[in-house]
């Protein structure tokens, strides 16, 4: 092979790897919100296409002239760690309602390319006044129009709405706010990331229904909790469930433990074939792969493939997370929430002019718990049943070492 085509392969998986990272931190690229990522995906599209699917089984879809790029990251587990947030203020996530009037609002926003959000506010009272499983919609109070923005809002950041004429913040303050939208009922539609559309399944008994995939085979079972030898799923679609089953969590998750792993996907990680299929998908993606007594995870060099970083000092919470995580690992046993409450309090006191958000009788109690929310979402910490909470292994990596003299 000539010098130039060995350079050439070197950049095309240069930009494979990259790409790769920027689609798991961004399923939903649009050529609006960053055109020179949105570029490389384009250019590598049938690499990408196909890597996704064989990797981990998740689908990808370019549209280069729609300009956008949606990863379906299927998982059959719901993450509760990961919610939308509100791009308002504190950035807290989504209740039950604001999910509620977001899944009432794609409904009636796939009926027209253009709207206003007075028209869009009495359509969403009409279908929540219909359906007796909703609480009906009402415009006249605040806290309803602030949820329903919120909503809107994250319409406006995944490019489905586009602002022609006046603000969304404005309704918050009036309902008689004027507010032109533009709709990309294309987009809309890609969304939703499953396997089946919620029209087309029974959803009755719950959603397991609507992240079921047929390439696995199908049964009263999940692939992971049967045998190959079970007369439901041959040894391929078996072998092929415990592969993208465990890239998928690897490529997903800030770590793996063993522990949340079935034997089955214990005993593939430890077969020869297993580990080189996941340690070849690491490398192509770009990221080192760590295995450890207690788990895996897939380090990324250049901090590209995630959305979220820890240790961060982007917010109070999480600086909070660094220093009650040197006590839990200190430690060594579960604490319990009074006593990482009077943690948060010492520092509150100790800085007085920082986080004053959190200045309040309660303040302590709640930046702590915030706090430790962050720390069970990067699984470095987890609650216990009596709400003491406990380092997980993973926390060692963030342990101040005692300095030591050179020799």
């Known amino acids: 092979m000539s010098v130039l085509g060995s350079q050439l392969d070197l950049i095309a998986a240069e930009e494979t790897s990259r790409a790769i990272r920027v689609l798991l931190a961004h399923p939903l690229l649009t050529a609006d919100g960053d055109a020179a990522e949105f570029d490389l995906v384009r250019r590598r599209r049938d690499t990408l296409t196909r890597w996704f699917d064989e990797t981990c089984g998740w689908r990808l879809v370019v549209e280069p002239r ?18 939308l947030r509100r791009s308002r203020s504190t950035r807290a996530p989504f209740d039950r309602r604001r999910y509620a009037l977001l899944s009432m609002i794609c409904a009636e926003l796939l009926a027209t390319p253009v709207t206003t959000i007075g028209l869009l506010a009495d359509r969403v009272t009409s279908a929540t006044t219909a359906d007796a499983d909703v609480d009906a919609f009402t415009s006249a109070r605040r806290g309803e129009r602030s949820a329903f923005v919120d909503a809107l809002k994250f319409l406006e950041r995944a490019r489905v709405l586009r602002a022609l004429d006046g603000t969304a913040d404005s309704y918050v303050d009036t309902e008689s706010a004027k507010v032109l939208y533009q ?16 029209s087309t399944v029974d959803l009755s008994g719950g959603i397991d229904a609507l992240t079921a995939e047929s390439r696995y085979g199908v049964g009263d079972s999940e692939p992971h909790d049967v045998q190959p030898s079970d007369a439901q799923y041959s040894d391929l679609q078996h072998n092929l469930w415990l592969r993208h089953s465990i890239t998928r969590r ?18 593939y990680l430890a077969s020869p074939t297993g580990r080189r299929l996941v340690r070849q998908a690491a490398e192509q993606a ?30 109070h919470p999480k600086v909070a997370a660094l220093v009650l995580l040197d006590h839990l690992v200190a430690a060594g046993a579960p604490v319990a929430a009074t006593e990482l409450a009077g943690r948060a309090a010492a520092l509150l006191e100790r800085f007085p002019a920082w986080a004053k ?51």
Do not use: N
């Open 66 to 83: 729609d300009g956008y790029a949606r990863l379906a990251k299927t998982r059959p587990e719901i993450d509760a760690t990961r919610p």
């Open 183 to 198: 709709v990309d009922a294309t987009l809309l539609m890609r969304l939703l990331a499953a396997p089946h559309a919620p």
């Open 250 to 267: 690897l490529l997903d998750d800030p770590v793996v433990y063993r522990e949340e792993l079935t034997d089955a996907q214990l005993g």
């Open 286 to 315: 770009g990221f080192a792969f760590e295995e450890r007594a207690e788990g895996y995870l897939l380090v990324d060099p250049d901090a590209i493939a995630t959305d979220q970083r820890f240790p961060d000092d982007s917010s």
């Open 357 to 407: 958000t959190y200045r309040s009788e309660d303040g302590a109690a709640r930046l702590s718990a915030d706090a430790v929310d962050v720390l069970c979402a990067f699984l470095l910490a987890a609650r216990d049943g009596d709400g003491a909470v406990r380092a997980l292994p993973a926390a060692a990596r963030f342990t101040i070492a005692e300095p030591t003299e050179a020799s």
